[in-house]
């Protein structure tokens, strides 16, 4: 399942054959090594396993990525900025604080309904960003930027209070978090029919902490 985000592929008109066939086979890679990471782990999913996969040998995968860590560099970093532009697009289409809050929800919950790999992908790096290796640090560098960009699109429903950081933390926690548990004891194709739910439930958890926050001040 390809994301629905511009690549060089899209734009193939300028490029040259060449080009547009190492942009095909990056994207594959990349689209390959997110379904192994969702299904076999970030751990235990090798290069091996990817260029098998993608009918690719291993020379061809290290001419696009150094290492296993390079390619869930690359997929973290293109998950999280596919997020931020359908959450951008959906806040900018409404005005005040609470639908600013619901339509930044929906878009995170159809995201990760549209793509549920990601929810386990997202959820293995959390854990892989505790270890201390160097790869952690690059990798909270991409989540900081993704969080700062999602505090600046819901500022507003704060009302000139509170933290927007920590409303940006909490609208990733609450989402990523219930659909994790759900998509790990029901499957993705259950999680796809609780789609109202889903939404009541973050919307009304958001709302009360902020309520909570604000009449604390």
Do not use: C
Not at 104 to 126: C, G, K, M, N, T
């Amino acid at each position: 399942m390809s994301l629905a985000v511009s690549t060089p592929v899209e734009d193939g008109a300028s490029l040259s054959r060449v080009e547009r066939r190492k942009a095909r086979t990056n994207q594959r890679l990349l689209e390959v090594a997110r379904q192994l990471f969702s299904r076999k782990g970030i751990y235990w999913a090798t290069v091996e396993d990817i260029t098998e996969l993608a009918d690719q040998g291993k020379g061809t995968f290290y001419k696009y990525f150094d290492s296993k860590e390079a390619i869930i560099h690359a997929l973290l970093e293109e998950g999280l900025d596919t997020l931020s532009v359908r959450t951008e697009e959906a806040v900018r289409e409404v005005s005040g604080g609470r639908k600013i809050l619901a339509a930044a929800i929906e878009a995170r919950v159809d995201f990760f309904l549209s793509h549920p790999e990601f929810l386990l992908f997202f959820h293995q790096v959390r854990g892989m960003m505790q270890l201390d290796v160097d790869v952690a640090k690059e990798l909270s560098d991409i989540y900081n930027n993704h969080l700062r960009k999602l505090a600046q699109l819901v500022k507003p429903a704060l009302d000139g209070s509170g933290s927007t950081r920590d409303l940006a933390t909490a609208i990733a926690a609450y989402t990523s978090g219930l659909l994790t548990y759900h998509v790990l004891f029901e499957g993705e194709a259950g999680i796809k029919r609780r789609r109202k739910y889903f939404l009541l439930t973050l919307e009304e958890s958001l709302q009360s902490l902020l309520s909570t926050g604000q009449a604390s001040r």
